[in-house]
T-cell receptor
Framework: NAGVTQTPKFQVLKTGQSMTLQCAQD?????MSWYRQDPGMGLRLIHY???????DQGEVPNGYNVSRSTTEDFPLRLLSAAPSQTSVYFC???????????FGPGTRLTVT | GESVGLHLPTLSVQEGDNSIINCAYS??????FIWYKQESGKGPQFIID?????DKRQGQRVTVLLNKTVKHLSLQIAATQPGDSAVYFC??????????????FGQGTILTVHP
């Protein structure tokens, strides 16, 4: 199993540009989520999904969109990047009835 | 001025010592708690969890203690090794079993183990 994979590892964007962060898992987990981690802080939940076709907002959803068309993939879209979105982004997955989440290696995003 | 959250609590120990990492939580409705370890440049990794109806749970070299009266959680690492050096986060879930994955993370503590 590859576990949770994320691409790209690093990305630099200019203000106003759009991009999609990719996340995939091969563990047949129902639950997937996106977090952001800012320097010296814990992770904050952006969006999550309890299964294909179902998504919901977390603590800090503004500026981000998600969709879940398959069990395996959960992309995060930034429609118009802002410097405040400079952060490290982590994707995680778990079984629907498990608290144990598996995290990907992260994507470091810089918006100038 | 200084921003909240930029300076994580730190704990520095010698190899072989026992380490205790503390976490205060604010949501009295939280019913599940997890400790994660994050090594530099990597995603968080699950260590151990505890339900709110327990006050202690042991794993391999780790013990989690929960004191609901003062809303305090601690992680004890026995015989700390250099490989334990990382940032440790506590996380809580208050969804009452309806949304297992919605976790609220604490700020984190940096553990440094000196050989």
């Amino acid at each position: 199993n590859a576990g949770v994979t994320q691409t790209p590892k690093f990305q630099v964007l200019k203000t106003g540009q759009s991009m999609t962060l990719q996340c995939a898992q091969d563990m047949n987990h129902e639950y997937m989520s996106w977090y952001r981690q800012d320097p010296g802080m814990g992770l904050r939940l952006i969006h999550y999904s309890v299964g294909a076709g179902i998504t919901d907002q977390g603590e800090v959803p503004n500026g981000y969109n998600v969709s879940r068309s398959t069990t395996e993939d959960f992309p995060l879209r930034l429609l118009s990047a802002a410097p405040s979105q400079t952060s490290v982004y982590f994707c995680a997955s778990s079984y629907a009835t498990s608290y144990e989440q598996y995290f990907g290696p992260g994507t470091r995003l810089t918006v100038t | 001025g200084e921003s909240v959250g930029l300076h994580l609590p730190t704990l520095s120990v010698q190899e072989g010592d026992n380490s205790i990492i503390n976490c205060a939580y604010s949501n009295s409705a939280s019913d599940y708690f997890i400790w994660y370890k994050q090594e530099s440049g990597k995603g968080p990794q699950f260590i151990i969890d505890i339900r709110s109806n327990m006050d202690k749970r042991q794993g391999q070299r780790v013990t989690v203690l929960l004191n609901k009266t003062v809303k305090h959680l601690s992680l004890q690492i026995a015989a700390t090794q250099p490989g334990d050096s990382a940032v440790y986060f506590c996380a809580e879930n208050d969804a009452g079993g309806t949304s297992y994955g919605k976790l609220t993370f604490g700020q984190g503590t940096i553990l440094t183990v000196h050989p």
